[in-house]
């Protein structure tokens, strides 16, 4: 159970185009969902909080106009990257929080998009 | 920021050896931690968790030691395999009343045969 999955794996775009990626809770309801930036040899870096229903909360330094977020339902939320440049090239995770009425869910990783801008 | 790093640290070991990773975690007032495993590739797989009302957990071939006193966090790995091979990152609840998890910088296990 608590599986994630995201689409797609790895996509490569041409510098100024956007890019969807798609974060899906397959097994189970996250009313909170959280995207991360992770470079080369680097840790992850939260890049968004993303509640249902309403709009992403975005962690200092991060553009929201340039990577949008939407969770439309419970069970998806999208991270569109906008004109998307070379520096966006990088690997984008979501997760997604399984709700157990605890003070702090767990969070379940998706495996990743690579994102290459040419 | 604490969780950006410019190169990973690395630990080498050989199969059947146990081996012992550190992770220094940030925020006193942090009070959940977890480790994860994450291969080349691949998004991080939850490995095991602490609260910060305990200093021991174990689980399968893992096992997860807290030291509140220094901020040290610790992940154990007994009998190493091949297949443990990854890099592996602390993560802790450090930020009051809201589920934001802050990553360690990671460090590289190699297993040899």
């Known amino acids: 159970g608590a599986v994630v999955s995201q689409h797609p794996s790895r996509v490569i775009c041409k510098s100024g185009t956007s890019v969807k990626i798609e974060c899906r809770s397959l097994?189970?309801?996250?009313?909170?969902m959280f995207w991360y930036r992770q470079f080369p040899k680097q840790s992850l870096m939260l890049m968004a909080t993303?509640?249902?229903?309403?709009?992403?909360?975005?962690e200092q330094g991060v553009e929201k106009d340039k990577f949008l977020i939407n969770h439309a339902s419970l069970t998806l939320s999208t991270l569109t990257v906008t004109s998307a440049h070379p520096e966006d090239s990088s690997f984008y995770i979501c997760?997604?929080?399984?709700?157990?009425?605890?003070?702090?869910?767990?969070?379940?990783f998706g495996p990743g998009t690579r994102l290459t801008v040419l | 920021g604490e969780n950006v790093g410019l190169h990973l640290p690395t630990l080498s070991v050989q199969e059947g050896d146990n081996s012992i990773i550190n992770c220094a975690y940030s925020?006193?007032?942090?009070?959940?931690f977890i480790w994860y495993k994450q291969e080349s590739g691949k998004g991080p797989q939850f490995i095991i968790d602490?609260?910060?009302?305990?200093d021991k957990r174990q689980g399968q071939r893992v096992t997860v030691l807290l030291n509140k006193t220094v901020k040290h966090l610790s992940l154990q790995i007994a009998a190493t395999q091949p297949g443990d091979s990854a890099v592996y990152f602390c993560?802790?609840?450090?930020?009051?009343?809201?589920?934001?998890?802050?990553f360690g910088t990671g460090t590289r296990l190699q297993v040899f045969p």
């Open positions: 997760s997604a929080e399984l709700a157990g009425g605890l003070p702090t869910d767990t969070q379940y």
């Open positions: 097994d189970f309801q996250a009313t909170t």
């Open positions: 993303s509640n249902e229903g309403s709009k992403a909360t975005y």
């Open positions: 925020n006193s007032a942090s009070d959940y």
């Open positions: 602490i609260r910060s009302n305990m």
């Open positions: 993560a802790e609840n450090g930020l009051y009343n809201t589920d934001k998890l802050i």
